[in-house]
């Protein structure tokens, strides 16, 4: 099972400091599902100004809940240097984060982590554009 038949949405900002942060030619390292880049290369790209409603981006608050355990986390995606587990801030790195990023509530996403495929549901975005 694999989240193709689901888009991914980035504003351009977002598209911008993700490709300069994997620092990669979008055509290459892209291939093999469930990576970061990968959904980056599949993403629609739209105007910042015509960004979805209740779509994960760079500074989100996100609520989430994993489907079979039925466990709820919220935590805000941030930049690497950004990251602090303790304020529930995750690196857009992390398997969470590179897993919703582009997604929108209601939808239900399945990525490996490291502890083996896992299915979750985005229940809430609350945007708060970076600086």
Request: a positive charge; glycine letters at 4%; charged letters at 30%.
């Amino acid at each position: 099972m694999h989240n193709d038949n689901t888009p991914v949405v980035l504003c351009e900002s977002d598209h911008k400091k993700l490709l300069g942060l994997l620092n990669f030619d979008s055509k290459l390292n892209s291939e093999q599902e469930m990576t970061l880049a990968h959904e980056i290369n599949r993403a629609i790209v739209v105007k910042d100004s015509a960004f979805p409603a209740n779509t994960i981006r760079i500074g989100s608050v996100v609520t989430i809940v994993e489907i079979d355990s039925k466990k709820e986390k919220e935590f805000q995606i941030v930049m690497p240097k950004e990251a602090d587990i303790r304020h529930r801030k995750i690196s857009i790195y992390s398997p969470m984060a590179a897993a919703i990023i582009g997604f929108r509530i209601g939808d239900e996403v399945v990525w490996k982590m490291p502890s083996g495929l896992k299915k979750i549901k985005i229940k809430d975005v609350k945007s708060e554009v970076p600086a």
